[in-house]
Structures are given as structure tokens and as C-alpha cells.
């Protein structure tokens, strides 16, 4: 293990990681605060834009895991033609398998690379937007927030997606059809419900729930001219496994990401037959995933027509992002620290040091949270899948 390695993987530089986040995190969260009181009611316009910068800000720090401090690579399997005239371009909703604990760091990685990162939204459980750092940042940054009660989430959709496609620059929205994170439990009681029903089941996927889906076409049809089909995959055989863990101790990862532009007038009106595109979209997102998982190819056996690899460079600006903010977060407390044990005032140093303990504590609690052991029970039990 090289000096570099043990560094990353030291309980202190762990630390040093969490009081920057946490830090800039809540310097964050109280300028949006001002942003929403001040700003918002006289222009939402500067209000969304100002959001852009605010929300880069914290995101791109954990994208700086992924593509500096991992040093993790992303192989997108894009066509060329659409990835120069429509990516980072348009508003789109992006179609996302769920299946592993960093399938939203990688989708970060990529949105920072098209640009459109500060304004990544997702449809996320309501209970989320309660949490400091992140719940708080989505809060205000609009996010489009449910119950999983289909008749109160009805009404909720259309309201906050009128608000997101209103912003200025393109929006780049997450949807997981699959409603929670793949595990086996849940993947059994998906295939009995599929075959109760008659469905097709899915070897690698949860069979996609279909009413959050439709019930915002109609809203997003006029101001949201693209669907991106997404299917991320990591080889099963590699000794690192794609975990925030492994991000964190800087053991990088390769993703696969094949991303498809789909125009959204390829998508049927009628609600019954947009739901059966939807299961359909996910056969051929699950014979993709087959064919990965035995071939190490997206489109050996899957039918499915190849298109050319990309691989990004890590951009510089999460670099220096995360740089600066550890600089801002870590040298005023370094130096009162260092300043309280000198001149022996033990009880201020002690309570300074428990602070930062607390903040340690958070990151590794934030990081129990992405364990696909830690994830909901939500999908384990058959349920209506429409």
C-alpha cells in the first residue's frame, strides 16, 4: 500500500473531508435561505440562477471523489451527433436503473462534464428535504418531492415540475422508474408480481412503476423536448465495488454508462400505452444489462445498435472548488484550535474537537445511508407496480 493510499484512507484526512462538506454545506444552506426570502419574491429568474452556482457548489464536491480523489473513470457509450446538439442543450428527464450505491454520484460525474450539474433536480421522497446539507439544498433547489401516495403525488407533480421548467438554462431531471433500490428480496417480489400479472419479469431490474411516469408526461411534453435513457453498469468480477466507502478510502471504480436521447413525441398520448413504452424501454434496458454482465458489452447480445465511447476528463472547476472550500473551512478552525490548546483553555478546545468529531460522525452516517443494506424496505413486498 503506498504513503498516498494510507492517506486517503486515514481517519484525519476522512475528517478534514467531512468539516469542509458539512461547512460549506450549511454556509450553503443559510445563503440559500437568504436567496429564497430576499430574492426569490422580486425575481425567480435571478433567484434559479443564482441556485445553479450555489448548488454546483456543494455537488461538485462529491464529484470531486469521484473523478480526482478516486480518480474513478465514467465509459459513456453516447452518439456523437446528439451529444454535441442536445446534451447540456435542452431540458430533459433522464430514465436511471437503480441498481447501486453510486448510481447517483456517477450521473453527477457526467452532468458535470455536459455542464449542467447545479441543475440537477430528481423526483425524491418527501422526508428527504428535512435533512441538513443536501435535504435542505434540494429544498430550495426546487426538487420535485412525493409521498409515494399516487393521489397526493398526483397534483404535487404538476405543480413542481411548472416550477423546474421554468428555469432558464436547461434542467437535467432524474427519475428511477424502478421506485428504490435494486436488491434480491425486492427483486423476488417484483418477478411474482410480474408473472401474477402477466408481465414479462425482469432479470436484472424491478418492474419500472408507471404512474409517476405518465402522470408527468402531460407537463413535461410542451417545455422538455428530450428523454435520456440511462443503463449504468460496473462488472461484477472487479475486486473494488462501486460503494461511497470505496469513493471516500479513494479506491476508484469504472463506471459503463449507456445514454440514449429519446424525442419525447416518440412517447404515445394515451396513458395506458405510455406505461407499456415504459416497461418496454426497461426489456430492452434489462437485455442491455444482460448482455453486459456476460459479455462485458452493452451490445453484444442485446440487440440493441452500438454507438461510440467517450470518456471525459475530470473537469477542473470541482477540483478547485473543493479545494478553496477546504481552505475556507479548514484554516480558521485549524488555527482557533491550534490557538485554545496553547493558551490552555482545555474546555473550549474539548468542546471545539467534539464539534468535529460530530461532523465525522455525520459523514459516516451520510455514507451508512447509501448502503443498499440501509436502503428502504420500499418494493420488498408486492405492491401495485403501476
Not at 399516487?150 to 411548472?162: M, S
Not at 412517447?267 to 400505452?273: F, Q, R
Not at 424501454?281 to 461510440?308: E, N, W
Request: overall charge positive; hydrophobic content about 40%.
Amino acid at each position: 500500500m503506498s504513503w498516498l493510499t494510507r492517506i486517503k484512507q486515514s481517519t484525519p484526512v476522512h475528517l478534514c473531508l467531512a468539516v469542509t462538506f458539512f461547512t460549506s454545506g450549511l454556509i450553503v444552506n443559510v445563503t440559500q435561505l437568504v436567496l429564497f426570502i430576499t430574492v426569490k419574491p422580486l425575481s425567480k429568474t435571478l433567484y434559479r440562477s443564482l441556485m445553479f452556482y450555489l448548488c454546483y457548489s456543494l455537488y461538485s464536491q462529491i464529484v470531486f471523489l469521484t473523478d480526482w480523489w478516486s480518480n474513478s473513470r465514467v465509459i459513456m457509450y453516447i452518439d456523437t451527433d446528439d451529444l454535441k446538439k442536445y446534451y447540456g442543450q435542452e431540458h430533459v428527464i433522464a430514465l436511471m436503473n437503480h441498481t447501486y450505491e453510486i448510481d447517483w454520484v456517477v450521473g453527477w460525474s457526467f452532468c458535470d462534464k455536459i455542464r449542467i450539474l447545479g441543475n440537477c433536480k430528481a423526483y425524491a421522497k418527501k422526508v428527504i428535504q428535512f435533512l441538513p446539507i443536501i435535504g435542505w439544498a434540494w429544498k430550495f433547489a426546487e426538487f420535485v418531492f412525493l409521498e409515494r401516495s399516487f393521489d397526493k403525488d398526483r397534483e404535487l407533480i404538476g405543480r413542481q415540475l411548472a416550477n423546474i421548467l421554468a428555469y432558464p438554462d436547461p434542467i437535467f431531471l432524474l427519475l428511477t422508474p424502478e421506485g428504490t433500490r435494486f436488491t434480491k428480496s425486492k427483486h423476488e417480489a417484483s418477478v411474482k408480481f410480474a408473472k401474477e400479472k402477466g408481465i414479462t419479469p425482469l432479470a436484472h431490474h424491478l418492474i419500472p412503476r408507471s404512474r409517476g411516469f405518465t402522470a408527468s408526461l402531460p407537463h413535461l411534453r410542451e417545455k422538455c423536448p428530450g428523454i435520456l435513457d440511462v443503463q449504468l453498469a460496473f462488472k461484477k468480477d472487479e475486486e473494488i465495488a462501486p460503494t461511497v466507502s470505496n469513493l471516500l478510502c479513494g479506491r476508484g471504480v469504472t463506471a459503463y454508462m449507456y445514454i440514449n436521447r429519446i424525442d419525447m413525441r416518440d412517447v404515445p398520448h394515451k396513458e395506458e400505452d405510455a406505461a407499456e413504452w415504459l416497461q418496454e424501454l426497461f426489456r430492452k434496458k434489462d437485455r442491455m444489462q444482460d448482455s453486459f454482465h456476460k459479455t462485458g458489452d452493452f451490445f453484444a447480445t442485446s440487440g440493441v445498435q452500438r454507438v461510440p465511447k467517450h470518456e471525459f476528463k475530470p473537469r477542473l472547476s470541482s477540483l478547485l472548488n473543493t479545494v478553496g472550500w477546504a481552505v475556507v473551512s479548514l484554516t480558521p478552525i485549524t488555527y482557533y484550535l491550534v490557538k485554545m490548546l496553547v493558551n490552555g483553555e482545555i474546555l473550549l478546545f474539548s468542546i471545539g474537537a467534539g464539534v468535529l468529531f460530530t461532523f465525522h460522525t455525520l459523514l459516516q452516517k451520510a455514507n451508512g445511508m447509501t448502503k443498499i443494506s440501509k436502503g428502504s424496505t420500499y418494493g420488498a413486498t408486492q405492491v401495485n407496480h403501476q
